[in-house]
């Protein structure tokens, strides 16, 4: 049996806003969230601007109880548990008083609980090990999410965290997708998060691939595509979204945003100039084609990307590698955006985030412009025409649009998402 699956609900938790609502009018406008960070100035990092979302007692209050809250330290719970249950209930769906053994979660993370982490280090070498508390485990475990929502939620399916970089969000919703599609569930939460924070970032910074001369202009740091870019600026936060089969959707008269019409997901294997860092460019170019082969579309009729571009030396390779998939450039070129001029790269939460920026274009029929654009790369120049690549946000019809992850590690994910038609 294959199903038809589609998106019920999402939630999210940005530099630039938190909430479905406040993210959309965000996007339209174009909102900087990419702040001066004085205790990275402090700790001697050469790059002190980053993206954290601002998450306030309130919205604590209202996704945690008292007991929860006491002695949490894991900014990317919060953040995931914020946007996983945002994203349940707008859907429609209420918390379960019993099992629900048709709901599942994949919910992944790249690192959870580093300020847990540095607080147990601290406590076990003082030998003051019982002062931990109970939810250390809960707070430091890679499958801490979404054991946290699902237990908040009653889902009693596939409940289950993934991690592959800034792939893992992407990567999540594809696992989600094939899941529904073999009728193994009916609806599915999926999404990723990442801590905030200097032991975060820590190692990147190390990399020397972090911007250091916009300290005084944080909100000019991150430059996808741009001719002066100068390295992706560190966020965090956290994206979810409801995936269902559309017998259920209907079933339940439940709000439809977007139709996911298939993807792909791959490795180069760090070969062919692939490597812990760089990407092997046939196997991305591989996972876009065969992503569109998946979701049995052609690339013509794709109005619009939203692409990975971190604002690293690496956008020019990976506008090539699009070109190529596609076999399309100059004006036929797509429509292609990267949400990272906008609240930077958000690691392990990246594709998640960027995929309820997608499906938010899709429902709204827009296309959010790029930030910090000009000078264009002439190298992208060369490939597609700079009317592909707006700098102020459009109103545009989308039937279509792929949205494509490639992380650490060389490996890639690419979905195919289509405005819902019954």
Not at 136 to 163: D, E, I
Not at 363 to 371: A, I, L, M
Request: glycine residues 10%; charged residues 15%; hydrophobic residues 40%.
């Amino acid at each position: 049996m294959s199903n038809r699956v589609v998106i019920t609900g999402l939630g999210v938790v940005a530099p630039n806003a938190i909430g479905k609502t406040n993210f959309l009018h965000a996007l339209k406008n174009k909102t900087n969230g990419i702040k001066f960070h004085q205790d990275l100035a402090e700790k001697g990092f050469s790059c002190q601007v980053a993206g954290t979302p601002e998450v306030n007692n309130n919205l604590l209050n209202q996704y945690f109880t008292a007991l929860e809250q006491k002695g949490l330290l894991a900014s990317g719970l919060i953040y995931g548990g914020i946007a996983g249950q945002e994203a349940w209930f707008d859907a429609g769906l209420k918390i379960n008083k019993s099992t629900d053994y048709d709901a599942g979660i994949i919910f992944g993370t790249g690192i959870l609980g580093v300020e847990k982490l540095k607080e147990a280090f601290h406590l076990i070498d003082n030998h003051r090990v019982r002062r931990l508390g109970s939810t250390s485990v809960l707070q430091t475990m890679a499958s801490g999410v979404s054991a946290f929502l699902g237990g908040k939620l009653g889902c009693g399916n596939w409940v289950t965290s993934n991690s592959s970089a800034c792939t893992t969000g992407t990567e999540a919703f594809l696992m989600a997708y094939n899941h529904l599609k073999l009728n193994r569930a009916k609806r599915m939460l999926v999404g990723s998060c990442s801590d905030s924070g200097a032991y975060v970032w820590g190692g990147f910074e190390a990399l020397r691939i972090l911007p250091y001369q916009y300290n005084q202009h944080p909100e000019e740091a991150s430059r996808p595509m741009s001719k002066n870019a100068q390295g992706f600026v560190p966020s965090s936060g956290a994206g979810a979204l409801v995936l269902e089969t559309l017998d259920s959707a209907l079933e339940r008269q439940a709000p439809i945003y977007a139709e996911v019409c298939g993807g792909a997901i791959n490795s180069g294997g760090q070969r062919h100039g692939g490597s812990m860092t760089a990407p092997n460019s046939k196997a991305v170019q591989q996972c876009i084609l065969q992503s569109l082969n998946n979701a049995q579309v052609d690339a013509a009729e794709i109005d619009t990307i939203n692409g990975h571009l971190t604002g690293t030396i690496m956008d020019a390779v990976e506008i090539n590698n699009w070109r190529s998939a596609l076999n399309l450039s100059g004006e036929k070129f797509p429509l292609i955006n990267s949400l990272k001029s906008h609240i930077g790269h958000a690691l392990a939460a990246a594709g998640s985030v960027e995929l309820v920026a997608s499906v938010l274009q899709i429902k709204h029929q827009f296309v959010f412009g790029n930030r910090n654009l000009q000078p264009i790369h002439p190298d992208i120049l060369n490939q597609i025409s700079k009317d592909t690549i707006p700098d102020q946000t459009q109103s545009t019809a989308i039937k279509y649009l792929i949205k494509a992850s490639f992380g650490f590690g060389d490996v890639n994910a690419s979905t195919v998402l289509k405005q819902f038609e019954k």
